[in-house]
Structure formats: C-alpha cells, structure tokens
C-alpha cells in the first residue's frame, strides 16, 4: 500500500526518506482532499491482461503512453535529470505515472504549501492535477520503471516555481480552494 507523509525541512540526500520527527503520516483520502492527487493500485503483473488499466485509461481519455526507466544505466545525464526532476515545477496537463518496477518519491505541495511526500513502488499509479506543484526523485536504490499516460499528443514541459500567473495554476488553486471531490 502506498505511504504518504509530510517532509522535514532538512535539505539533506534528497532520496533519503525525510519523515518529521515524529513522522506524519497523511492517508490516501486525506492526501486527495489537500492535494488533488488521486491514486490507483494496479497489479503489475496482470495489468495487461486484467483489464483495471484499460477501464482507467478509457474513462479518463489517456490515449497515448510511453515508458521511462530512471537509472544510471538507462538514462542519459543522469545526474542532471535527477536534478531536474527534483526541481518545483508544476505542468499544463496532469502528471500520470504507473510504476512497474522499482522505488521512488513524488513530493506535492499541499493546501498549506507544506511538502507531502509520496513513496510509490511497483504497481501504484499516481495522477497529480495539472497546476500542482511537485518534484520527483529517485530513493537510494536509484531505480524505477514507469508508464506515462497523456491524453492526446504528450506535452511535457516542466515550468518551474514561480508561475503563479498560469492558468493551470490559477485553476488549481480554484479547485484546492473549492475542495476536491471525488468524480
């Protein structure tokens, strides 16, 4: 089961794990209602043959996907895209990642700009709203396989903190404002 939890400030290793002292954890419903982040979990190893993906992907209209692996061995500038990665940025179009192997975080900024952390392993599927300010780094072990989802033609531009002025942003803050609701 995924486990969500809100950050300490330290700017230490940010794969480490990052638990306030004591730790707080945050619950899927609660994570929803503060964040608009929606999760789903998948079987990893039935998803092409079960069904559960396909039916998410029909009723949300994701109609393209890709698959990206973050690793030292697989992924070009390494270094530098763990950087970018983990730079506060928000997207035009919502963020869906299925996980199919190994670990990693997304941190998401909550109603109170408080940083959430979101520990994701094989078989959970995040989907942060477009507007959201997050970040996504890999843990110590420096290895996660994904599926990208998108509704049309992928646009993936990151734009970085602050960009208050975007009207994703501004509809974000609408929708947070308003409260989250379950569709």
């Known amino acids: 089961m995924v486990q969500a939890w809100y950050m300490d400030n330290e700017t230490t290793d940010q794969r480490l794990l990052h ?3 004591p730790p707080e954890y945050i619950n899927l419903k ?4 503060h964040t608009g982040v ?4 998948i079987n990893p190893e039935t998803y092409l043959t079960d069904g559960v ?3 998410i992907k029909r009723k949300r209209g994701y109609t393209y996907e890709d698959e990206l692996t973050c690793s030292k061995a697989c992924l070009q500038n390494y270094e530098e895209k763990l950087k970018m990665f983990y730079a506060e940025h928000l997207h035009t179009d ?5 996980v199919l192997d190994g670990s ?3 941190d998401v900024r909550d109603d109170n700009d408080n940083w959430i952390r979101i520990e994701v392993v094989a ?3 995040l989907v942060l709203p477009s507007g959201i300010y997050h970040r ?3 843990d110590t072990k420096n290895y996660l396989k994904a599926k990208r989802f998108f509704i049309g033609e992928p646009v993936w531009q990151a734009f970085n903190r602050p960009v208050d002025d975007m009207d994703c942003r501004k509809q974000y803050v609408e929708k947070l404002e308003a409260g989250f609701h379950e569709e």
């Not at 609660?30 to 209602?33: Q, T």
């Open 30 to 33: 609660d994570l929803f209602k």
């Open 53 to 55: 993906l396909d039916e």
């Open 38 to 41: 929606e999760y789903f979990k």
């Open 104 to 106: 990693g975080y997304f």
């Open 19 to 21: 638990h306030r002292n």
């Open 136 to 138: 996504f780094t890999l």
């Open 94 to 98: 919502e963020e869906i990642r299925l």
């Open 123 to 125: 078989g959970d599927m």
